[in-house]
């Protein structure tokens, strides 16, 4: 299955845009389906950082286990999912633009079913994580510029 993809220009540097997106304590303030973050307190993340995130999928919320990896600040990020019936594994790429003052965020998701996932990634997932990432590449714009 084709990766979902989505890209925004944010009018704040690299290194601000990095901090925020590599903080998992932020992924319920621009990311519609996140409910709830265990497992980390906030603030910067060592390479390999796991912790879990409480999503909602439809009607029910799922505790999922991810990994917050191969960082490259302020380039790059992955966040592998270690758990549940549904994995998503994210590539983030932060571009500098303008000399550096604004930068351009690029977020490829790519859904892996496990077991009963393998039937309803195709039929549900995908189709409402091709919705919501476009929306939450503009929440985490928003979200950004406002607080700049």
Same mark, same amino acid.
């Given at each position: 299955?084709?990766?979902?993809?989505?890209?925004?220009?944010?009018?704040?540097?690299?290194?601000?845009?990095?901090?925020?997106?590599?903080?998992?304590?932020?992924?319920?303030?621009?990311?519609?389906?996140?409910?709830?973050?265990?497992?980390?307190?906030?603030?910067?993340?060592?390479?390999?950082?796991?912790?879990?995130?409480?999503?909602?999928?439809?009607?029910?919320?799922?505790?999922?286990?991810?990994?917050?990896?191969?960082? #490259?600040?302020? %380039? @790059?990020?992955?966040?592998?999912? /270690? +758990?549940?019936?549904?994995? $998503?594994?994210? *590539?983030?790429? &932060?571009?500098?633009?303008? #000399?550096?003052? %604004? @930068?351009?965020?690029?977020?490829? /998701? +790519?859904?892996?079913?496990? $077991?009963?996932? *393998?039937?309803? &990634?195709?039929?549900?997932?995908?189709?409402?994580? @091709?919705?919501?990432?476009?929306?939450?590449?503009?929440?985490?714009?928003?979200?950004?510029?406002?607080?700049?």
């Amino acid at each position: 299955m084709a990766p979902i993809v989505a890209s925004t220009e944010i009018a704040r540097t690299p290194e601000d845009v990095f901090a925020y997106l590599t903080d998992p304590s932020q992924l319920p303030a621009w990311q519609e389906s996140v409910v709830s973050v265990e497992g980390h307190s906030g603030g910067p993340v060592a390479d390999t950082t796991t912790c879990v995130v409480t999503r909602r999928l439809g009607p029910r919320e799922m505790k999922m286990a991810v990994e917050i990896g191969n960082l #490259d600040p302020p %380039r @790059s990020w992955t966040i592998r999912g /270690l +758990d549940g019936p549904v994995r $998503g594994n994210v *590539k983030g790429t &932060v571009e500098p633009l303008d #000399d550096g003052t %604004r @930068s351009r965020v690029t977020i490829e /998701l +790519d859904l892996q079913g496990h $077991g009963i996932g *393998k039937l309803i &990634v195709p039929l549900v997932v995908k189709r409402q994580a @091709s919705k919501e990432l476009p929306r939450n590449v503009q929440n985490l714009k928003e979200r950004l510029e406002s607080s700049a």
